[in-house]
C-alpha cells in the first residue's frame, strides 16, 4: 500500500489541538487505513493551517495620548485620524473616528471603523495608499471644554519600517511596498482600543489622562481559504461514499473499522 512519508505519532499534545486534526492524527498513525481517506485527511490538517493563517496584516500600530488639565468642565472626548492637523493652513481631507465620543467607562474597548461604521473610510483608504507623501495624524478634543491636542508628521517618514516618535507616544510600522506610503496594500479596517482614561472634572476645571492604541490592518485575502475548503469538501464527499461502499461489501479490515466506527453512517463490527 504507498504511503505519503509522513509519520505523525500521538502524544498528549495533541489533546491541545482542534478536535478534527487530533481525529487525522490518530488516524493518519494506522497503517491499514487506504489511501482515499489519508489523503482527505492530509488536506483538512493543510486547510486547518490555511485558515489559521489567512489574518488581517498589521500594517501598522500606533499610540494616541492625550494627558493633562485646564479650565472647562469635561465628561467625554473625541478622537480624530486626519490627514492634516485642524488650524491655519486647510481642512483636512478626512477625520476617520470622529462620530466617537470616549468616555472612561470606553476603557478596553475596541472599536472597528470600516466603511461601513465611518463616512471618511473610504477617502481615509484612498489617501493613505495613493503613492504621494500626505501628512498623516490625529487631534484629540476634550468636550465640552474645547480645548485639545494633536500630532502629526509626513507618510513617508512615519510609514517607514520601524518604530518611530510620534507625539507624545509612538509609531511602528511593518514599511512600505513601493512609494511613500501604503500603495499596493488593500487596507480594511482601523482598529481604535481604549488602553486608559482617567478623569476629573468640575468646578470649571479638569484633570485627564487618556491612552489609545490604533491599528492599521489590511482585507485577509478569502480566496486563500475559499478555494481549498472548497476542493475538500468535494474531495471528501466522495471519499465518504467509496468508504461506506467498501464498508458494506466487506472492504475495509476491522482494525480500519474499529478506528472509523464513531463516524455516522459506517457500522459497528465487533473487535
Known amino acids: ?72 468642565d469635561m465628561t467625554s472626548l473625541q478622537i480624530t485620524i486626519q490627514d492634516q492637523p485642524v488650524g491655519p493652513g486647510g481642512q483636512p481631507t478626512y477625520q476617520l473616528g470622529d462620530y466617537l465620543l470616549i468616555t472612561p467607562a470606553d476603557v478596553g474597548k475596541t472599536f ?49 519600517p520601524g518604530t518611530h516618535a510620534f507625539g507624545p507616544g509612538s509609531f511602528t510600522s511593518i514599511g512600505q511596498l513601493s512609494g511613500p506610503d501604503f500603495a499596493g496594500y488593500d487596507i480594511g479596517a ?15 476645571f479638569n484633570t485627564h489622562d487618556f491612552r489609545a492604541t490604533a491599528t492599521i490592518v489590511t482585507v485577509p485575502e478569502a480566496s486563500t481559504v475559499i478555494m481549498p475548503l472548497l476542493i475538500t469538501a468535494l474531495l471528501a464527499a466522495g471519499a465518504w461514499f467509496r468508504s461506506l461502499k467498501k464498508a458494506k461489501t466487506g472492504g475495509l479490515d476491522p482494525e480500519t473499522l474499529r478506528w472509523l466506527r464513531p463516524l455516522k453512517g459506517f457500522p459497528r463490527l465487533s473487535d
Open 112 to 160: 472597528t471603523l470600516t466603511a461601513a461604521t465611518d463616512v471618511d473610510f473610504t477617502i481615509f483608504r484612498q489617501t493613505v495608499t495613493n503613492g504621494i507623501d500626505d501628512p498623516f495624524g490625529y487631534f484629540v478634543q476634550d468636550l465640552p471644554a474645547g480645548s485639545g491636542v494633536g500630532t502629526g508628521w509626513n507618510e513617508a517618514n512615519l510609514f517607514a
Open 1 to 72: 500500500m504507498p504511503t505519503f512519508g509522513l509519520e505523525l505519532r500521538p502524544d498528549e499534545s495533541a489533546h491541545a489541538l482542534h478536535p478534527v486534526i487530533q481525529l487525522a492524527c490518530r488516524l493518519l498513525t494506522r497503517r491499514c487505513m487506504f489511501s482515499p481517506i489519508r489523503a482527505i485527511l492530509l488536506i483538512t490538517i493543510f486547510c486547518f493551517a490555511l485558515v489559521n493563517g489567512a489574518r488581517a496584516l498589521d500594517l501598522a500600530t500606533f499610540q494616541i495620548i492625550d494627558q493633562g488639565g485646564g479650565l472647562g
Open 190 to 204: 482601523v482598529l481604535l482600543t481604549i488602553d486608559f482614561f482617567s478623569l476629573g472634572s468640575g468646578g470649571g
